[in-house]
């Protein structure tokens, strides 16, 4: 998979301008990232490990292609990262899910675990990490490194948007794990917010402001 990709198709980017506007309520919100999160969850499983099994179709018999190996495992950083999770899982119902529980110190901005649960057997699996904001990338980062720990080998970061900050982070913590967004934005404002953004994820998807 390429390092970083960012989807540009017309109704993710469509999708994503309704989600960056001030005015957009708590419900369309919520909907919209469920339905830009399986089309991300689209890209993000592109390449993977494939191969065949015998079947019968109504006609004849046929080697057809599956995808290998186990269940791939979704790991949401809490708690913004649950709103892709619906979307995902509406494409790929049979995914394990794991959580992985930081908040980010407001002064250092550097992420503090305090939940760590996550499926069996990582290593086997095909890991998908999803956060909607990559910010500093220091969250992202920490996460990728736990599961790393837990036996991860395939990990792929899924996010809405990123901050070029928050890619070099990822970039240089862990080169090995791709990242698929929908857009790159311009810059980190003093308080870790993606300029121009659409604010805060977390409030925005669950009404908390
Ligand atoms: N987290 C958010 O929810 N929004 C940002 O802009 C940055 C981090």
Redesign the pocket.
Known sequence: MPKLTVVEHPLVQHKLTLMRERETSTASFRRLLREISLLLAYEVTREMPMTTRMIETPICPMEAPQIEGKKLALVSILR?GNGLLDGILDLIPAARVGFVGLYRDPDTLQPVQYYFKVPAELGDRVTIVVDP?L?TGNSSAKAVSLLKEAGARDIRFLCLLAAPEGIARMQAAHPDVPIVTAAVDSHLDDH???VP?L????DRMFGTK
């Open positions: 913004a904001m910010a870790g917010y993606i953004g604010g805060d994820a977390g």
